[in-house]
């Protein structure tokens, strides 16, 4: 009698533990349940776990866990694919290995054939990913320091750039605290954990960078009352400006006195500050 054979075997399967069922398919040739004469040939499914990857397999029958169809032992003359289906999926499971072995009857004589074994699929599970977490940056007057990312238990995390108003690098996007020099602004990172066939998770923060008030260079005026001041511009988030008299004159006013380029009229003794945080 000649051999049966697999038209379609198992194939390896990465899942998240979330996931509700796992399937594998095997199918034999035509030529295994076909006899060539017009007649069809029962085909006998039994499927096995290795869940040790140490080469020893167990039949495995329906319940709990598993669902076979059709079920061990079972022949047919009209459905020749079989399919195991997998429950409950747990991270312990990952590894565990699977195969189909399938031999045939032969109508006429009765006689049933030698069995074929297919190549064993394995399953991989994938434990949800670790909560990402990292916490917002405000910082004075600093360009180099370390970002704030958790360190993933599951998982492999990275650091992308949503918005900037400057230029920052990262030195490894896949260290949770990786070291970064970025110039004064404002940035928007998010820190993402991924594990596989999982979802993943995400965490969005901030970064400010301020630096201390710069008021620019003193002016001196003649037959003069008003003059342009020219202070350093706060344009990231979170940063306000403000120009005081530090010694009132009378009759001194501000055009706006929370710009940073605004005239000032008959004023005397100026200051600029401006304030991000503890940065002014």
Not at 40 to 66: H, L, P
Request: charged fraction near 15%.
């Amino acid at each position: 009698m000649d051999l049966p054979d697999f038209a379609i075997i198992p194939t390896d399967q990465e899942v998240c533990v979330t996931t509700d069922t796992v399937t594998f398919e095997a199918r034999p040739t035509v030529g295994t349940y076909d006899d060539g004469l017009g007649g069809a040939r029962n085909v006998y499914f039994i499927w096995q776990v290795d869940e040790n990857n140490t080469g020893v397999w167990g039949n495995i029958i329906d319940g709990g866990k598993y669902d076979r169809y059709p079920e061990n032992g079972d022949s047919t003359t009209i459905q020749t694919t079989s399919t195991l289906k997998v429950f409950d999926l747990e991270a312990n499971m990952s590894g565990y290995r699977y195969r189909c072995i399938i031999s045939y009857e032969d109508k006429t004589s009765g006689v049933i054939s030698c069995a074929t074994a297919s190549d064993p699929a394995l399953l991989t599970v994938f434990q949800s990913p670790t909560p990402a977490d990292a916490d917002d940056i405000d910082l004075c007057n600093t360009t180099v320091f370390n970002l704030t990312g958790n360190t993933p238990i599951h998982g492999i995390g990275q650091w992308s750039v949503n918005s900037s108003t400057g230029l920052i690098n990262i030195n490894s996007i896949t260290n949770p605290t990786s070291l970064v020099t970025a110039q004064a602004g404002a940035y928007a990172l998010t820190w993402t954990i991924s594990n596989g066939e999982c979802l993943p998770s995400a965490d969005p923060m901030t970064i400010n960078i301020a630096v201390s008030a710069n008021a620019g260079s003193d002016i001196s005026v003649c037959n003069a009352t008003s003059t342009a001041l020219n202070g350093n511009n706060p344009t990231w988030a979170h940063t306000s400006a403000q120009w005081t008299l530090q010694s009132p004159v009378a009759g001194a006013t501000f055009g706006d006195a929370t710009a940073y380029n605004t005239t000032v009229n008959n004023g005397l003794y100026l200051r600029h500050y401006s304030r991000f945080g503890n940065c002014s």
